[in-house]
């Protein structure tokens, strides 16, 4: 389904280890299940701040969430 608008930002997510890890908040206190309901990956560019997009379809339900790194 294509895509009605343009990506509307969600904010900023700042970096200080260079990594960036998505998961639901529930796990971050509930740690012994964390890391199979969590991905982590390295920004390749160290320490940052990066631009969070969302992406929806012409219905307005979500499809994408984008994390600029570049």
């Not at 904010?11 to 960036?20: A, E, V």
């Not at 012409?58 to 984008?66: T, W």
């Amino acid at each position: 389904m294509a895509l009605l608008s343009a990506p509307k930002t969600l904010g900023t997510c700042y970096c200080d280890s260079g990594k960036l890890l998505i998961t639901d908040p529930y796990y971050l206190k509930n740690t012994e299940t964390l890391g199979s309901a969590a991905v982590s990956f390295n920004t390749e560019i160290g320490d940052g701040e990066f631009a969070v997009y969302e992406e929806r379809d012409r219905r307005g339900k979500l499809r994408r969430i984008i994390i600029e790194i570049d």
